[in-house]
């Protein structure tokens, strides 16, 4: 005779006490799980701005210049125009970063826009239809996987100008719906502090990439290891609903005098980022360094001209890293 034993069950009080373990567990993984992907994001980001350096060499070793800031007016540091050319550093990369697909097509349309002699193209590339069509590729090393750039609500920045003469750094944007077309960007070439002009004083932190700039790499006087050559930059604000972004065809040279902000203080014309207390830099010999968030935004202070004598390529000046937090 088989003998019928009653089956347990957990009780309502079991349940809740499984379920109240689990959600502990969730909460005390949930910190690590996003530290690990803030990581791998970073990891990514500098390999991103690593590989922006050395394609910046590679141009220079191929074509004995680096690549300027933006094709502005001609003659160079003449003002900023709309009647310009208007591509930015990103651009002339394409081929050193597996995109020489998109750069053939663009040079057999019009090789004017990457030619800083040319004096007779002024129109801006989004009146040329194929370079419209093509900026509207997304290219993955020109973005940081911590941010999403897509979800700009405003517009999107076609071209940025700094200018040491008037001491003004220019951007220009499309508004939405036309300015979601675009390809968009996160790092821009450093100008230096705002970039090359007549004005003695800014003028001598001026950086390796300027309007219509064609530096070799022998005539960074700093030193490669002591110079910024791309930032990060979001092209608008860092925290809630984001206002702006850039694309990549005219994400020209970037100005480190308004310094970083502290996170939920970025606005369109300082760099930034979304990582969390910093922002990545490459310098020239291809290394990337972090510089803490909150550096250089008090003008003439300690820290602002640690951050401007990095960006500049020629000023001569020690550079105290210590005050960018390193």
Known sequence: MKTLLPRRGFTLIELLVVIAIIAILIGLLLPAVQKVREAAARTQ??????QLSLAAANYEGTTGQLPPGTMGSYPPNSGFTFAAPIVGTLAFLLPYVEQDNIYKILFAADPRYFNTNDTTLTTGWYNNSTYFAQAQNKVKTFLCPADNPELSTTGTFITFYCDATTLVFTGGYYPNPTGALFGRANYAS???????????????????????????????????????????????????????????????????????PNQGGAQWYQHSSKHTAVVLFGFGDGSVRNIRKGVGTSFFTNDWYSLNRAAGMNDGEVIAFSNLGQ
């Open 45 to 50: 980001c500098s390999n991103n701005l690593k």
């Open 190 to 260: 450093s100008a230096g502090s705002i970039g090359a002009g007549t004005n003695s004083f800014y003028g001598r932190y001026s950086g390796a990439f300027t309007s219509r700039s064609k530096n070799p790499i022998v005539s960074v006087g700093d030193g490669t290891s002591n110079t910024i050559f791309f930032g990060e930059a979001l092209g608008g604000t860092d925290t809630g609903t984001r206002d702006f972004s850039m694309a990549w065809m005219g994400a020209g040279s970037f100005a480190a005098a308004w310094g970083i």
